[in-house]
Each structure stands twice: as structure tokens, then as C-alpha cells.
């Protein structure tokens, strides 16, 4: 109650303010705003209002709301007398905008009622299989992992073994990585996702200048020093640029893409439907713009005109 006293305290200055030609006093109590003879309620304001405001925030929402509301109502007034010759396009393309927001809310309506979410991994595969060649890589990417110790490290032969483990076998990471805690080891490890080859390169002492596309052929450990630091590295896998692109690596763009499809198709299918019923029962009529004769549509040629 307190809050709503303090509204109608600032909403009915804001009115007065800003419409000072208003003077009937015979209105309606709930109305705390107007506009020439439009009228702003006290209750259409509160449905308007987020839930859980503070006195305070609900006082900021009154006083931007109808200052808001007496904006619209003053553009919109000297809309109509300055644009008068638009009103006509304004029209056409509020209608527009109207039928195709009802048609979209429509195809919504069959889509919610009839899609299948699930995207199965073997309905990823088949159709990366199917279209592989869409998915072509503008980069390299590698998968692999790389470990730092101090260049004096005194099991750098059982490290290099054990990064030769890794390869291909995520059980000999998970020991490598042990290996790497107890010994106060660095390791970045990039097996379980492909990573762009520049990203691969930004953990070891590389050139910027230099070409290291020489390494993405070799799968055995290879090793950098720099700043008293050994780089002991392995790269498991490599997909060249140009290549098509692992499926992993697109999985889920192709779920995104078959989910699309299964919209367009539900849509499209209704449409159809829509179309051969309207047809059957001579509610679509095609006039011929030479004689002005009509004739009913035909399902047949509605078809034919979709494809």
C-alpha cells in the first residue's frame, strides 16, 4: 500500500508536468497520465511492472514508463499529421509484419508439437559421411600434448616413454599426468579435443617467422629447449588444411543443421496439407490476368507448382 501511494505521488507529477493542459477533474481516479483523449491507467502501469522491485525501483519504473508512454503518444500524434501521405506504406507494412509474426508463432506451434530433439550419433555420422565435403578445414588442427621440465630433469628418458604411451591411449594420459604432479611437471594437455596448430605451437618456444608444418607429419615425442626448460611434445593426430574436417570437430554444427531440418520439414509438410485441403474444397481460386476468368485451384497444381 505504501508502495503504491508513493507511485501514484511521482506518476502524478510526472503527468502534470508533461500535460499541463489536462483539466478535466471529473476523470477516473485510476487514471495517472493522458494525452490528448487517451488515457494512462494506474493498473495497466502495474501489470507492466517486474514483479519483486524495491519502493525504490518501483518508483524509477513509474516515472520512465509514463514518461515513456507520453512520449509514444505525442510521436505518434505528430506522426500522423506530418506522415499522413506514408500511412498508407506504414500500413501495408505493420500488416506485413503482422501476418508474418501470426505465421511464425503458427509454424512455432507445429514445430513444438511435433519435433524430435534427440539427434542420434549415428544420424551425425551418416550425414557427415553424406556431405563431407562441405566441411573443409581452413587451418590445421592436431590433437596431442606437450609436458615442460626443468632442462637438467633427470628421468627425461622415462618421460619421453611415457609420453610415447600417450598415443591413442587416454589411460596412459591419466598416468602421464600423475607422473607430472609428483614431479613438479607442466602439462598441457590437448588429446581429448582438435585445437588449431597455432594454438598447439603457442605452448612451446616457437618462431612466429618460422614454419613448423614439418612437425605435423611425425607421431613419436619430439623435444625443444629453451630458457633452461625442455619441451617434450607429441602430436597423436593432425588434420591438414583443406581436409575435411574430423567429426568431432563438427559434431555439432551437423546436430544444429539436422535439427534445422526437421523445423523445415514439419513446416513444410503443413504448408502442403494446408494448401491440398484448401484446394479439395475449392477455397483457392486463380484468376487469369488476361480474362479475368477464375478457376479453382487444383492439388495437383499446387504440388506442381512446389516443385
Known amino acids: 500500500m505504501r ?29 495517472i497520465a493522458s494525452v490528448d483523449s487517451e488515457q494512462l491507467t494506474l493498473s495497466r502501469m502495474l501489470a507492466d511492472m517486474p514483479s519483486g522491485f524495491s519502493s525504490g525501483d518501483s518508483l524509477t519504473f513509474a516515472r520512465l514508463y509514463v514518461d515513456n508512454w507520453i512520449m ?19 500500413d501495408r507494412l505493420v500488416e506485413g509484419y503482422r501476418q508474418s509474426l501470426i505465421m511464425r508463432k503458427l509454424d512455432q506451434y507445429y514445430i513444438d508439437n511435433e519435433i524430435d530433439p534427440d539427434v542420434t550419433a549415428e544420424q551425425i555420422a551418416a550425414y557427415y559421411r553424406s556431405h563431407g565435403d562441405t566441411f573443409k578445414l581452413d587451418q590445421h588442427l592436431v590433437r596431442g600434448l606437450v609436458v615442460k621440465a626443468p632442462a637438467g630433469y633427470r628421468n627425461m628418458s622415462r618421460l619421453v616413454e611415457a609420453v610415447r604411451a600417450t598415443r591413442g591411449n587416454p589411460d596412459r594420459v591419466a598416468e602421464l599426468a600423475a607422473l607430472c604432479e609428483k614431479n613438479s611437471l607442466q602439462l598441457t594437455d590437448m588429446t581429448r579435443e582438435w585445437v588449431g596448430f597455432s594454438d598447439f ?28 626448460q625442455v619441451f617434450c611434445f607429441i602430436i597423436e593426430d593432425a588434420a591438414l588444411a583443406g581436409s575435411t574436417a574430423p567429426l568431432q570437430r563438427v559434431e555439432s554444427d551437423i546436430r544444429r543443421i539436422l535439427y534445422a531440418q526437421r523445423r523445415s520439414e514439419i513446416v513444410s509438410r503443413h504448408e502442403h496439407e494446408l494448401r491440398e485441403r484448401a484446394a479439395r474444397e475449392g477455397r483457392v481460386m486463380i484468376y487469369d490476368p488476361t480474362t479475368g476468368e477464375a478457376q479453382p485451384s487444383q492439388a495437383a497444381s499446387v504440388e506442381n507448382e512446389e516443385n
Open 201 to 228: 605451437l603457442s605452448n612451446l618456444p616457437t618462431d612466429r617467422s618460422r614454419s613448423y608444418d614439418a612437425l605435423l607429419s611425425k607421431r613419436e615425442p619430439q623435444q625443444m629447449t629453451a630458457s633452461g
Open 72 to 90: 509514444r503518444r505525442l510521436k505518434m500524434r505528430e506522426a500522423s499529421e506530418l506522415l499522413c501521405s506514408s500511412q498508407e506504406d506504414i
Open 3 to 31: 508502495k503504491t501511494t508513493a507511485i501514484l505521488c511521482l506518476v502524478g507529477i510526472v503527468a502534470l508536468s508533461a500535460c499541463r493542459r489536462e483539466t478535466n477533474v471529473d476523470r477516473p481516479s485510476d487514471v
